[in-house]
């Protein structure tokens, strides 16, 4: 795959696209002639002040010109060329598409965007018929009322004598159960309309949680400020927590935050990310473990990360299963049901706080790849003499324009809409087969 084209490129085509000498741009934006000359064969990096000069003297659009937007662009539009092999897309020419065309550009992006978001909703609806705890007992109450009703009214439809007594009993009985039948298939066509609004909360107190948190873009600036302020005030405006379940989850998520926004505040967070983006130098520079610092990169504005590419951050318990979930565009976590074991998260739990580092490729419709770290923690808050507290944390980012492909180890979902027909870890038959 061809290298991204860097900012410094982008800004030599546009100038001598217009017929501008670099005397005239450097004079144009207040800068020497040679130093211009460098970062058009970016030996400089720009940003700022002087971004913005040069886009203006240039008449482009600084996020354009800006290396870390083209980058993700460039990524949307190798995602989108991958998911579409048989049309046969220059993907050694995509660099090129975004730079000198970013309008239609971005109009693929947000095409592709769009399918994949219909996508997940439909994998996510099978996911939710499958596996979802609440739509079983939904529908159980739905089938329990139609038999209750079908039985009382079969036994007065035979017209055979029944004692008045009896039959307002049954009257009462199939009055009831119609009741029940109305409201259970109101909640349940009310809990099903919800999927059409891929951020709508269910009924499960991790959901709600989850969908508080993504509203609150997974950041708590007054913790930040003060991470040991009461947590009270900040569980007061929670409209989203329904249950008390729900509020005690956000409550230990919290009190999780605060303790880590106290070991590595957000603002020395954002200057140490202009060096690395990696989370293991960046732990050993703020003296913590990395389960914290995959934390706190999650919680990072994703303003503040180079190339805006988001993290996303699962974790899980000795069990499996998962108890926290942050996603990131284009890697699908399942939200009911198993996950794919052959992530890495799982396995740093057969190597407590072994570091893994691995990039995954995954199965669908699109084959994303993406930089994945994972790393298990060990607790013992009931005594050594007591079983052992495990903790799995897995950081997912997708991976930059020349990663080799080839070595990614292909996983998905879970099994049910994953599309590796032949993995051998397969639980479940797919959807796709």
């Not at 092999?85 to 065309?101: H, K, P, Y």
């Not at 919800?194 to 499960?204: A, P, R």
Request: some cysteine.
């Amino acid at each position: 795959m061809a290298q991204p084209v860097l900012a410094g490129t982008r800004i030599r085509d546009y100038r001598t696209a217009q017929g501008l000498r670099q005397v005239e741009l450097a004079r144009a934006v207040e800068i020497s002639a040679s130093y211009l000359n460098l970062i058009e064969h970016n030996r400089r990096r720009i940003g700022g002040a002087l971004l913005l000069r040069l886009a203006d003297a240039l008449g482009a659009d600084p996020s354009v010109l800006s290396e870390g937007a083209e980058a993700a662009l460039a990524t949307a539009l190798d995602a989108a060329a991958v998911a579409h092999g048989e049309v046969g897309a220059e993907r050694d020419r995509m660099e090129e598409l975004a730079s000198r065309f970013p309008g239609w550009a971005r109009l693929i992006e947000a095409q592709y965007a769009q399918v994949r978001r219909l996508e997940q909703v439909v994998e996510r609806m099978d996911d939710r018929l499958t596996h979802d705890p609440f739509l079983s007992a939904s529908m159980h109450n739905v089938l329990s009322s139609v038999t209750g009703i079908r039985s009382a009214s079969a036994i007065l439809a035979k017209g055979d004598h029944i004692e008045p007594e009896w039959q307002a009993r049954f009257h009462r009985n199939i009055y009831e159960d119609s009741q029940r039948l109305a409201d259970a298939t109101e909640t349940l066509v009310n809990y099903l309309d919800g999927e059409g609004d891929i951020s709508e909360t269910g009924s499960l107190p991790q959901e709600d949680v989850e969908t508080w948190l993504a509203a609150n873009d997974w950041q708590f600036p007054a913790l930040e400020a003060d991470p040991s302020m009461t947590l009270d005030a900040i569980l007061s405006e929670a409209s989203d927590l329904h249950t008390p379940a729900a509020r005690d989850l956000a409550r230990r998520i919290l009190t999780q935050y605060a303790v880590d926004a106290g070991k590595v505040p957000m603002t020395a967070l954002h200057k140490a990310l202009s060096t690395t983006n990696d989370p293991g130098p960046l732990a050993a520079q703020f003296g913590v473990d990395l389960p914290t610092m995959f934390r706190r990169l999650a919680a990072a504005a994703q303003s503040s990360l180079e190339t805006e590419l988001p993290f996303g951050l699962v974790g899980c318990d000795a069990a499996g299963t998962m108890i926290f979930r942050k996603p990131v565009p284009g890697f699908e976590l399942p939200r009911y049901g198993g996950a794919c074991p052959l992530w890495p998260l799982f396995r740093a739990l057969q190597q407590p706080m072994m570091p893994l580092r691995e990039h995954l490729t995954v199965s669908g419709r699109d084959d994303g790849t993406f930089d994945v770290y994972a790393v298990s923690e060990v607790s013992h808050p009931m005594g050594y003499d007591r079983p052992a507290v495990l903790k799995g944390w897995m950081l997912i980012r997708a991976a930059f324009n020349g990663v080799n492909e080839a070595n990614a180890i292909p996983v998905g979902s879970n099994c049910r809409v994953c599309a590796k027909i032949d993995c051998p870890a397969r639980r479940e038959a797919s959807v796709f087969e």
